[in-house]
């Protein structure tokens, strides 16, 4: 176990606030854009399984291993919050209904997840959480499989946290709760960033953190949600609005100190 992050600790500094001693952010499409890199990921899981499982590759291209998963995540509902298991289960399950080694299934997802670490963060990404990390806790909450201590991004956060961590995937509280206990914070000491408007900005609120949208892509906001606290479309003004903006904006009913 790590010591008590020193961001943790609320500072006199003036750049600092003392109502978030802790940010938790989602990675994919957040951080980074997800669909380039799944696809490169699974190409390459595909042009391995050619060389090495021929017979299941010249079966199989990427959309039938795809639909393959989603029917184990539908058979085996208590696994379908690890994808990394989904993943490592069904390529065993498609490798012995070829007759190939079964003990294949976990170098192919070695391979496919060197390449899913492969992410090319957004420009404002690196620089924001240098900034950030001197000030407060980061913590990362995925549902993905992506380890930002194989990224560009490593030695940044406190912790990198996944559904396998917590027993469930977002929307569900676990993953926030596991955060906010890494950090000794209240929900009301954190803040989440997010782009995913139910997984993330209601998932965070619902378990009482402050959230904030992040829009990278233009997208409107569900009709059917209450509106996010406040929307960025980079990182950049999130420090502008932990900076002095925002910080009185956001008082709700229930929410007075
Ligand atoms: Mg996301």
Excluded at 55 to 69: F, N
Excluded at 128 to 147: E, F, K, Q
Excluded at 184 to 192: I, K, Q, S, V, Y
Aim: glycine share 6%; aromatic share 6%.
């Amino acid at each position: 176990m790590m010591g008590l992050h020193p961001a943790t600790r609320p500072t006199n500094n003036s750049m600092s606030d003392t109502r978030f001693r802790l940010i938790t952010l989602d990675l994919d499409d957040t951080l980074w854009p997800l669909g380039p890199v799944i696809e490169a990921a699974d190409t390459a899981l595909h042009g391995w399984l050619s060389r090495h499982a021929p017979r299941l590759a010249a079966t199989h291209d990427l959309a039938s291993l795809r639909q393959h998963r989603r029917t184990l995540m539908q058979t085996m509902p208590e696994i379908a919050h690890d994808l990394g298991q989904i993943r490592r289960r069904s390529l065993a399950s498609l490798l012995e209904s070829f007759n190939y080694a079964v003990s294949l299934a976990e170098d192919g997802v070695a391979y496919f997840q060197m390449h899913r670490n492969r992410v090319a963060p957004f420009a404002d990404v690196a620089p924001v959480l240098h900034a950030l990390s001197r000030r407060y806790c980061l913590i990362s909450l995925t549902n993905g499989t992506a380890d930002p201590e194989a990224t560009a991004l490593r030695g940044l956060f406190h912790r990198n946290l996944t559904p396998v961590d917590a027993g469930a995937a977002k929307p569900d509280p676990a993953l926030f709760r596991h955060a906010l206990a890494h950090a000794g914070c209240t929900p009301r000491e954190a803040l989440h960033l997010g782009d995913d408007p139910w997984m993330d900005v209601e998932a965070a609120r619902a378990a009482g953190l402050t959230a904030i949208w992040v829009n990278r892509y233009g997208r409107d906001w569900p009709r059917e949600l209450a509106p996010p606290h406040h929307t960025v479309t980079d990182l950049n003004q999130v420090l502008d609005w932990l900076d002095g903006r925002g910080q009185v904006a956001i008082e709700e009913p229930g929410h007075a100190v």
